[in-house]
């Protein structure tokens, strides 16, 4: 059997994680947990385990994903939490990197905005942390575990004597230490969905440059993150990519800012959207020293099975010039109506 455990990256989490899987133990027999983000991934673990059941760990589950757990009909857990909170525990793990885990968190944010609203989803909010048995018990009756208060509070301070505790999300004066550059970043990416878990509206995305990648790194190396300008000499190739961030589903508009100068005339570069395949794209072809904002419109749908991505491609090989990255902002719209689209269709193909 498979027990879905979806959550932003947080103590909080991973306590609910393990939780589950104890409680799924105790019932049923051995579990393996394995971290799933798309469906081919749980089809792998599914088929490698060597567990009686299998406890899929979701922290940025794509769309596709989502729409299958739901569709299964049984029951799953949403462990839900701060954002910023988040952000802040993951910078507390080795080796952390800020893009990277600003990257996780969004990505995380977009699925909790539609896995909260599913039918058998039990969704339990960090501030549940302050009375863990509560929340354990919470867990057991969703799952179906029947096991007393007793032997559940066992459980939990078993797991607490081990240094697996719940988080809480009290602290914010970390996120005074954040250099300026480093809060811009993560409130652009995050801010929005702070706004609409507190019963807001939802506001603009902004993805900063830092998210992003650029071909600048030398050959053998990691990809290096965009940071000022990138000299077009050389081979038609992807200049700008990423920054592989999860969206909620529904019609987005994205607007992307790059500066150009003046031996980048005439030119032409594509400007493109991917998640899996292409959902927009737009070519730009600058007259001079120019900035430029290409707009594209495109709609995340449920079959979308990968990150979401924008790229920046120069269709020829350059001699000489530069190009500035600024910054990509991302507006929910609203999108053709479902029936018209239906009825145009049809139209189509008759």
Request: contains cysteine.
């Amino acid at each position: 059997m498979i027990f879905f455990s979806i959550g932003l990256p947080s103590r909080f989490a991973e306590w609910c994680d393990a939780v589950t899987a104890r409680l799924v133990e105790s019932r049923w027999g051995p579990v393996e947990i394995c971290s799933i983000q798309m469906l081919d991934e749980l089809a792998v673990a599914a088929i490698r385990t060597k567990a009686a059941h299998l406890l899929a760990r979701c922290r940025q589950p794509v769309l596709r994903l989502q729409a299958e757990i739901v569709a299964a009909g049984r029951p799953f857990l949403v462990a839900l939490g701060d954002p910023q909170a988040a952000l802040r525990d993951l910078l507390l793990q080795p080796d952390a990197e800020f893009a990277g885990a600003t990257r996780a968190v969004a990505s995380s944010c977009a699925a909790m905005l539609t896995v909260t609203q599913a039918p058998g989803a039990l969704v339990l909010s960090s501030d549940r942390a302050a009375d863990p048995v509560a929340a354990a018990e919470a867990i057991a009756r969703h799952f179906e575990v029947g096991l007393c208060r007793d032997e559940i509070a066992r459980l939990v301070a078993d797991l607490a004597a081990a240094g697996v505790a719940p988080g809480q999300d009290e602290d914010r004066s970390w996120w005074d230490g954040l250099a300026e550059r480093e809060q811009t970043v993560a409130a652009g990416a995050l801010q929005s969905y702070v706004s609409q878990f507190g019963g807001g509206a939802a506001g603009v995305i902004v993805w900063e440059p830092e998210l992003f990648y650029s071909t600048e790194a030398p050959t053998g190396q990691p990809p290096a993150a965009v940071s000022g300008p990138i000299d077009l000499t050389g081979r038609a190739r992807f200049l700008v990519y990423g920054p592989y961030i999860n969206l909620p589903p529904g019609a987005w508009s994205a607007n992307v800012v790059v500066g150009f100068s003046s031996e980048a005339a005439e030119m032409s570069f594509v400007v493109e959207v991917v998640a899996g395949s292409q959902l927009a794209y737009t070519r730009v072809q600058p007259t001079g020293e120019q900035v430029v904002e290409a707009a594209l419109q495109f709609t995340i749908g449920n079959s979308v099975d990968r990150p979401v991505e924008i790229r920046i491609v120069n269709e020829r090989a350059a001699f000489d010039g530069r190009l500035v990255f600024g910054y990509v902002t991302l507006t929910p719209r609203v999108g053709v109506r479902e029936e018209t689209e239906d009825a145009l269709r049809r139209a189509l193909r008759e």
